[in-house]
Nanobody, 130 residues
Framework: EVQLQASGGGLVQAGGSLRLSCAAS????????IGWFRQAPGKEREGVSC??????????EYADTVKGRFTTSSDNAKNTVYLQMNSLKPEDSAVYYC?????????????????????WGQGTQVTVSS
């Protein structure tokens, strides 16, 4: 059974940092993708980052809006993916979700659309005050 559990959200001042965790179970971290998405009230859910692994390699991708500030990583021993968020801005405020593709179908692709993800965790609220 594949399960994802997002946690680590909270309230932080602009310029601060926060680390989100996505605890995963039910699949191996050798052929997968875990993406972070966020959704602010009244806005569409948007992709933030993606970590994927296949053929023994790991790939990292970021939306332009967070590139240089956010870092996604994995701790395979803990079956957990992280999103380290630095230099936070008020516009980063949103509910953050992690999602997984288990068993990649299109090798060579390292960024995936929302509809391509198979499993979703619950959201965790991130609020950045100015």
């Amino acid at each position: 059974e594949v399960q994802l559990q997002a946690s680590g959200g909270g309230l932080v001042q602009a310029g601060g940092s926060l680390r989100l965790s996505c605890a995963a179970s039910g699949f191996r971290f050798d052929d997968y993708a875990i993406g972070w998405f966020r959704q602010a009230p009244g806005k569409e859910r948007e992709g933030v980052s993606c970590i994927s692994a296949y053929d023994g390699s790991t790939y990292y991708e970021y939306a332009d809006t967070v590139k240089g500030r956010f870092t996604t990583s994995s701790d395979n021993a803990k079956n957990t993916v992280y999103l380290q968020m630095n230099s936070l801005k008020p516009e980063d405020s949103a509910v953050y979700y992690c999602a997984a593709i288990v068993g990649l179908r299109t090798y060579g692709v390292t960024w995936f659309m929302l509809y391509e993800y198979d499993f979703w965790g619950q959201g965790t609220q991130v609020t950045v005050s100015s």
